[in-house]
């Protein structure tokens, strides 16, 4: 009784503590205005306040016409390719993930002997140092994958004898090393998870080296270990997309910020990983799928626009779903008429779909994005076209795939440690400054007041 006293008494002074905080720590909204402060590194527009040059990849919203910036369907770039143009060719092969992790660590696209002596170095990375499962993964289970990876990413640094050497060769290294155990870390993070936290029965399975990282992860996640070509093409492709975004996305920027402090390569991915946790940043497909389950929901005939125009106008509203008033997977910061990410992933969400039977669940996705597109821009007065991103059509395809929703930000991960790699490297060979922007003190100078005297 006394102890249940105590914990209450602590409770209220703690939420006293609370109130201040929030109280004493906000400011005017009107001095970044006065002040011309780039609230997010992003200008009065939206845009991304340059702070960086990069070769690794391009990001293209608009077409320069007579001096005139007009929106454009969005092109991707890896290392100056089209993406698409890369989709296209890797269409028939299944290495196409490490392709382009190759092309973006390298600046270019491999040849055959380079493709297979590079699949060869991945394949002897593509496991765990003994004891790690166990000592690692299994005695600390944890319901957050995420947190599983960082954990264990941060644990590798103890099993790595040159873990704070930052030269290029050892960094290459580890970042290859890291690359290839993702997939593997996840995995058994989750089949801890679901053995702990689910009671169901614990699977351990080891990769292959004949299988690419697509078929490896989900051969280590099915319970027969079986999978179709469609469905391995299709992961691989989801790699292949998320793998680089230009440098200045939320965990890339990131990892270009702890690299230029000289940190260890664990440290700067550790820290990627926190970024990309975060709903706003990596998170925003399972919020996509969360939605489309409320619709269906809600909605008692798919089919039919109007009906599915009406529960978007109470989701905008604020009257439905999570009452956010956001159409989630519609819209991005830079590109204007489509996502070109999208665009390619919409197209294996749509074959996918036949091969499962799902193509009911495809048409609504498409009825949402053409209907939101347009009452988005309406309601918001905006002039540039507003497009479905690359979360519309992802959490559909992991969904399609049996994918846990536990694991669909740590796919992002698994694929974008090929980006966060190519710019930390990117960052140490230039040498550049450590990166410290600036922050306008607005407070006031105050004199010391003594304890004794204070109110």
Same mark, same amino acid.
């Given at each position: 009784?006394?102890?249940?006293?105590?914990?209450?008494?602590?409770?209220?002074?703690?939420?006293?503590?609370?109130?201040?905080?929030?109280?004493?720590?906000?400011?005017?909204?009107?001095?970044?205005?006065?002040?011309?402060?780039?609230?997010?590194?992003?200008?009065?527009?939206?845009?991304?306040? %340059?702070?960086?040059?990069?070769? $690794?990849?391009?990001?293209?919203?608009?077409?320069?016409?007579?001096? *005139?910036?007009?929106?454009?369907?969005?092109?991707?770039?890896?290392?100056?390719?089209?993406?698409?143009?890369?989709?296209?060719?890797?269409?028939?092969?299944?290495?196409?993930?490490?392709?382009?992790?190759? %092309?973006?660590?390298?600046?270019?696209?491999?040849?055959?002997?380079?493709?297979?002596?590079?699949?060869?170095?991945?394949?002897?990375?593509?496991?765990?140092?003994?004891?790690?499962? *166990?000592?690692?993964?299994?005695?600390?289970?944890?319901?957050?994958?995420?947190?599983?990876?960082?954990?264990?990413?941060?644990?590798?640094?103890?099993?790595?004898?040159?873990?704070?050497?930052?030269?290029?060769?050892?960094?290459?290294?580890?970042?290859?090393?890291?690359?290839?155990?993702?997939? %593997?870390?996840?995995?058994?993070?989750?089949? @801890?998870?679901?053995?702990?936290?689910?009671? !169901?029965?614990?699977?351990? *399975?080891?990769?292959?080296?004949?299988?690419?990282?697509?078929?490896?992860?989900?051969?280590?996640? !099915?319970?027969?270990?079986?999978?179709?070509?469609?469905? @391995?093409?299709?992961?691989?492709?989801?790699?292949?997309?998320?793998?680089?975004?230009?440098?200045?996305?939320?965990?890339?920027?990131?990892?270009?910020?702890?690299?230029?402090?000289?940190?260890?390569?664990?440290?700067?991915? &550790?820290?990627?990983?926190?970024?990309?946790?975060?709903?706003?940043?990596?998170?925003?497909?399972?919020?996509?799928?969360?939605?489309?389950?409320? =619709?269906?929901?809600?909605?008692?005939?798919?089919?039919?626009?109007?009906?599915? !125009?009406?529960?978007?106008?109470? =989701?905008?509203?604020?009257?439905? /779903?999570?009452?956010?008033?956001?159409?989630?997977?519609?819209?991005?910061?830079?590109?204007?008429?489509?996502?070109?990410?999208?665009?390619?992933?919409?197209?294996? &969400?749509?074959? %996918?779909?036949?091969?499962?039977?799902?193509?009911?669940? /495809?048409?609504?996705?498409?009825?949402?994005?053409?209907?939101?597109?347009?009452?988005?821009?309406?309601?918001?007065?905006?002039?540039?076209?507003?497009?479905?991103?690359?979360? /519309?059509?992802?959490?559909?395809?992991?969904?399609?795939?049996?994918?846990?929703?536990?694991?669909?930000?740590?796919?992002?991960?698994?694929?974008? $440690?090929?980006?966060?790699?190519?710019?930390?490297?990117?960052?140490?060979?230039?040498?550049?400054?450590?990166?410290?922007?600036?922050?306008?003190?607005?407070?006031?100078? !105050?004199?010391?007041?003594?304890?004794?005297?204070?109110?």
């Amino acid at each position: 009784m006394a102890e249940r006293e105590e914990t209450k008494v602590l409770d209220e002074k703690f939420d006293e503590l609370v109130k201040y905080c929030m109280v004493s720590g906000e400011i005017n909204p009107n001095l970044y205005v006065e002040y011309d402060v780039k609230r997010g590194l992003r200008d009065s527009n939206g845009k991304g306040v %340059l702070v960086g040059l990069t070769e $690794i990849s391009n990001v293209v919203a608009y077409d320069i016409i007579d001096g *005139r910036k007009l929106p454009c369907d969005g092109r991707l770039e890896f290392q100056g390719y089209n993406v698409q143009d890369l989709i296209n060719d890797f269409a028939h092969r299944k290495y196409g993930f490490e392709e382009t992790t190759y %092309l973006l660590l390298f600046g270019a696209l491999p040849n055959k002997e380079q493709r297979d002596s590079f699949l060869q170095i991945l394949s002897e990375c593509r496991h765990l140092p003994d004891g790690f499962v *166990r000592d690692v993964i299994m005695n600390t289970p944890t319901s957050d994958m995420m947190n599983a990876l960082q954990r264990a990413v941060l644990s590798l640094y103890s099993y790595d004898e040159h873990a704070d050497d930052i030269s290029i060769p050892n960094v290459l290294r580890q970042s290859l090393n890291l690359i290839a155990k993702f997939p %593997l870390i996840a995995g058994y993070a989750y089949q @801890a998870y679901k053995h702990y936290f689910k009671e !169901r029965s614990l699977v351990i *399975r080891y990769p292959k080296e004949d299988l690419s990282t697509a078929e490896n992860l989900l051969r280590i996640l !099915r319970t027969d270990a079986e999978y179709t070509e469609l469905e @391995a093409k299709v992961l691989d492709v989801a790699l292949i997309l998320h793998s680089e975004h230009g440098g200045g996305n939320n965990s890339t920027f990131t990892n270009h910020v702890v690299t230029s402090s000289h940190t260890d390569t664990y440290s700067a991915v &550790a820290a990627s990983l926190g970024s990309l946790k975060g709903p706003r940043h990596g998170g925003a497909n399972l919020k996509v799928e969360n939605m489309f389950e409320d =619709i269906k929901e809600h909605v008692k005939d798919p089919e039919n626009e109007t009906e599915v !125009r009406n529960y978007i106008t109470k =989701i905008l509203d604020k009257e439905a /779903f999570d009452h956010s008033g956001l159409v989630y997977g519609m819209g991005h910061a830079v590109y204007t008429k489509s996502d070109p990410r999208c665009v390619i992933l919409k197209d294996y &969400a749509k074959q %996918l779909s036949k091969e499962k039977g799902r193509e009911e669940d /495809f048409a609504l996705h498409e009825t949402v994005e053409k209907v939101s597109a347009g009452m988005i821009m309406e309601r918001k007065q905006l002039q540039k076209p507003v497009c479905a991103n690359v979360d /519309f059509y992802s959490g559909f395809v992991y969904n399609m795939l049996r994918i846990p929703k536990e694991l669909y930000t740590p796919i992002f991960a698994m694929a974008r $440690i090929s980006g966060w790699s190519a710019h930390r490297m990117e960052e140490l060979v230039n040498r550049g400054k450590i990166i410290r922007p600036a922050y306008l003190n607005v407070g006031k100078s !105050r004199p010391y007041v003594p304890l004794e005297e204070r109110k």
